[in-house]
């Protein structure tokens, strides 16, 4: 009889040690699948800039980048490229200029996107736009698939850079290994003067006119719902825009900055003509436009603060 409990017993054990093992390799698969869920790519993480003094810190980084790469200063470049880039690619300062883009003296970039993530104590921004040269009596423009990774230490104070282009960023910048910059005497962060509300209004106001005038849509992919209501097609809109190109002007003459929902602005510009330009910003370069054309005839033009 005592041999029958003491076996039934044992069984018992048994049975709760087996159940017990079930219960672990459930919850570890459940944990794995769990965390294989909500895993995220680098890739994934990135949102838009909204920060105007971070936004002009990163375009300082990225004018740095060009300039020593348009004066041909392998030191510089080699100093601040990533170094999974160089391993990647077996650069060295003899052969740099024939594995990145060369650009020529007096290129400048502009930007048409810039996001970012941050990880651990760094900043991870991906950057595109359009690479132009400056000319005598023109612009030219040099690449229309510029791309750039740009990761900040806040640690060290230091920053390093990836050249990509748009169809490779993404792999690009899931295989970047965020971890510690050393500092040198070329990958130190660059200052930024604090931006005001006056230097955006002019920021997005010179964007928009540089885009009537080089853009192929000539900015109708910028302005507002409301305007795209009456100008039904970039044909339309580019009419309009025709019939007052004599009035228009890149020179501000009063701005007013409001704040909409959530983290939206807006920026309100007379320009010298009279001209009244309403941006509605939502992500530093993310925004549309209203227009309203100064008429001589009237000698009015309407002026409305946005909500």
Do not use: W
Not at 65 to 78: E, L
Not at 83 to 90: A, D, H, T, W
Not at 113 to 125: I, Q, R, T
């Amino acid at each position: 009889m005592l041999e029958m409990v003491v076996n039934k017993g044992a069984d018992m054990k048994r049975d709760d040690l087996k159940t017990l093992i079930v219960v672990i390799i459930v919850g570890v698969i459940c944990a794995a699948l769990l965390l294989i869920v909500n895993y995220k790519k680098n890739s994934d993480k990135l949102e838009i800039v909204k920060s105007n003094n971070m936004y002009f810190m990163v375009i300082n980084h990225v004018n740095y980048y060009i300039s020593n790469v348009a004066s041909k200063n392998s030191k510089v470049i080699y100093d601040i490229l990533d170094g999974k880039y160089i391993e990647k690619n077996s650069i060295t300062e003899d052969n740099i200029f024939d594995v990145i883009n060369v650009y020529p003296n007096n290129s400048f970039v502009k930007v048409k996107n810039m996001d970012y993530f941050e990880v651990k104590n760094s900043y991870v921004f991906f950057v595109s736009g359009i690479v132009y040269q400056d000319k005598y009596d023109s612009t030219e423009k040099i690449d229309d698939d510029f791309g750039l990774i740009i990761v900040i230490d806040r640690n060290s104070s230091s920053f390093s850079v990836y050249p990509t282009t748009n169809d490779n960023y993404k792999k690009d910048i899931n295989g970047i290994k965020i971890k510690s910059i050393l500092q040198n005497e070329n990958n130190k962060l660059l200052p930024s003067s604090l931006i005001n509300k006056e230097k955006m209004c002019v920021f997005y106001m010179t964007d928009f006119v540089d885009n009537i005038y080089h853009a192929d849509d000539s900015g109708y992919s910028h302005i507002s719902d409301e305007m795209k209501a009456k100008y039904t097609t970039a044909d339309s809109y580019k009419e309009f825009i025709n019939q007052n190109i004599n009035k228009i002007s890149t020179v501000a003459d009063k701005c007013l900055e409001t704040k909409g929902k959530k983290d939206v602005k807006n920026y309100s510009v007379i320009d010298t003509s009279g001209n009244t330009y309403v941006f509605t910003v939502d992500g530093v370069m993310n925004y549309t436009v209203d227009i309203n054309f100064y008429d001589e005839s009237t000698n009015d033009t309407e002026y409305e603060e946005s909500d």
